[in-house]
C-alpha cells in the first residue's frame, strides 16, 4: 500500500498561483501513476490532471489545460501540481490519488489510494 498526503492548498486571488504537493510512503512511488481530482461543494469528484510513473506522460482535463502542470519527483517520492491563472470555479478540495498500473486513468473509481485532500479556495 501506499500512503498519501496533500499539502499546499489555501486561499488566493483570482489570477494567482498555488502548487499543491502529495508525498507518498509505504511502498515505491515510482510504481505508481499519480492523479489529482477536485471535489467543489455539492458536486462530483473530478478529474484534474495525471501523470504516468515514469513522468513520460501527463493528461488533464480541457478545464485546466494551459493553466495547470502536473509533475512528479520520483527519488523524493512527491508529485505536485502547479496551478496558474486561478479562477474562482477551481475553488474546491483537491485530492492525491495512486494507483499501481501503467495506465493514466481519468475516473475516480480506477484509483484505489487516497490522500485526504487540501482546501483551494479562490477569490473574485
Known amino acids: 500500500q501506499v500512503q498519501l498526503v496533500e499539502s499546499g492548498g489555501g486561499l488566493v486571488q483570482a489570477g494567482g498561483s498555488l502548487r499543491l504537493s502529495c508525498t507518498a510512503s509505504g511502498r515505491t512511488f515510482s510504481g505508481y501513476v499519480m492523479a489529482w481530482f477536485r471535489q467543489a461543494p455539492g458536486k462530483e469528484r473530478e478529474f484534474v490532471a495525471g501523470?504516468?510513473?515514469?513522468?513520460?506522460?501527463?493528461v488533464y482535463a480541457d478545464s485546466v489545460k494551459g493553466r495547470f502542470t502536473i509533475s512528479r519527483d520520483n527519488a523524493k517520492n512527491t508529485g505536485n501540481l502547479q496551478m496558474n491563472s486561478l479562477k474562482p470555479e477551481d475553488t474546491a478540495v483537491y485530492y492525491c490519488?495512486?494507483?499501481?498500473?501503467?495506465?493514466?486513468?481519468?475516473?475516480?473509481?480506477?484509483?484505489?489510494?487516497w490522500g485526504q485532500g487540501t482546501q483551494v479556495t479562490v477569490s473574485s
Open positions: 501523470i504516468n510513473r515514469g513522468g513520460g506522460r501527463t
Open positions: 490519488a495512486a494507483r499501481e498500473t501503467a495506465v493514466v486513468f481519468t475516473k475516480t473509481r480506477e484509483y484505489n489510494f
